[in-house]
């Protein structure tokens, strides 16, 4: 369901554009797969590029959870490599280049106004989230679009004390509609 609006969000976004160096800034990557549709809209209007931010580590919350999958997949490398291989196995390498330090790391050597697209999907805690917009804001073109990933539930619909108590954490179960959700989304 996500997909399809992503695909046509950004072959929009590029199509529209009168910028021939069209540039999409992704912070939080892991296996690749919202990189690739950015880069399949490049190639397909045949004009530009898909910077990637991400550790390949995972998040300090992601990694203090249950997740044992998330835990395996993080040593030695195999998030890193699993998205090189999605990466290469698409065939389009020549779109997309991973830049392989934190957010806030990355926030200190991006130029502002420099994206006409920025993706937010990297740590769901609430101050992390902050700073990524704070950051990343004046990176973006006049005009561009900075938008995110994993906002499942509105403030109106959840527990909101829960909510706040919980804003740090990367996902939780809301009290009062049972679903699961990012609080500090």
Request: with cysteine.
């Amino acid at each position: 369901e996500r997909k399809s609006i992503m695909e046509k969000l950004i072959d929009t976004e590029i199509k529209n554009s009168n910028d021939s160096a069209f540039r999409i800034l992704e912070i939080g990557t892991w296996g690749g797969a919202s990189a690739i549709i950015w880069a399949q809209a490049c190639k397909d209007n045949d004009k530009g590029i898909v910077f990637c931010i991400d550790t390949w580590k995972g998040s300090k919350n992601i990694l203090e959870g249950d997740n044992y999958e998330i835990k395996r997949g993080v040593k030695n490398n195999r998030i890193f490599k699993l998205f090189l291989h999605n990466i290469r196995t698409s065939g389009l390498e020549n779109y997309i280049f991973p830049i392989r330090m934190s957010s806030d790391q990355a926030a200190d050597i991006i130029r502002p106004n420099t994206f006409n697209f920025i993706y937010l999907d990297a740590d769901h805690a609430y101050g992390q989230v902050l700073n990524d917009l704070k950051n990343y804001s004046k990176s973006l073109k006049p005009g561009g679009i900075i938008c995110g990933d994993d906002y499942e539930l509105s403030l109106s619909r959840v527990d909101l004390s829960n909510a706040k108590h919980h804003s740090e954490k990367d996902f939780v179960k809301d009290p009062r509609t049972g679903e699961y959700f990012h609080p500090g989304v």
